[in-house]
Nanobody, 120 residues
Framework: QVQLVESGGGLVQAGGSLRLSCAAS????????MAWYRQAPGKQRELVAA???????NYAGSVKGRFTISRDNGKNTVYLQMNSLKPEDTAVYYC??????????????WGQGTQVTVSS
């Protein structure tokens, strides 16, 4: 079984920065993609940023220019650097990964979520 372990969430004032980390462990051969989603109370979960196995990135329009997704393949870890944070960024942030297993099967996994709160 693959597990995604997140860290780096917390409370920050508007204009500040946070760096989220998500480390994957288990029987992992590789990744098709890794991504960050977020969900605020009463709202739909939305894609924030994604990075493919080839290194291409995509961002939600609301975070483009402020957030940066990156990866460390040797550590099976994906990061989300969040700068110029706004109160509307407040949400639970979830790590997501399409994991390639040892027999080339692909399964999707979610992390437990980490709270990011941005004060005015």
């Amino acid at each position: 079984q693959v597990q995604l372990v997140e860290s780096g969430g917390g409370l920050v004032q508007a204009g500040g920065s946070l760096r989220l980390s998500c480390a994957a462990s288990g029987r992992i051969f590789g990744f098709n993609a890794m991504a960050w989603y977020r969900q605020a109370p009463g709202k739909q979960r939305e894609l924030v940023a994604a990075i493919t196995n080839g290194g291409s990135t995509n961002y939600a329009g609301s975070v483009k220019g402020r957030f940066t997704i990156s990866r460390d393949n040797g550590k099976n870890t994906v990061y989300l650097q969040m700068n110029s944070l706004k109160p509307e960024d407040t949400a639970v942030y979830y790590c997501n990964a399409d994991v390639i297993g040892p027999i080339s099967q692909v399964q999707n996994y979610w992390g437990q979520g980490t709270q990011v709160t941005v004060s005015s």
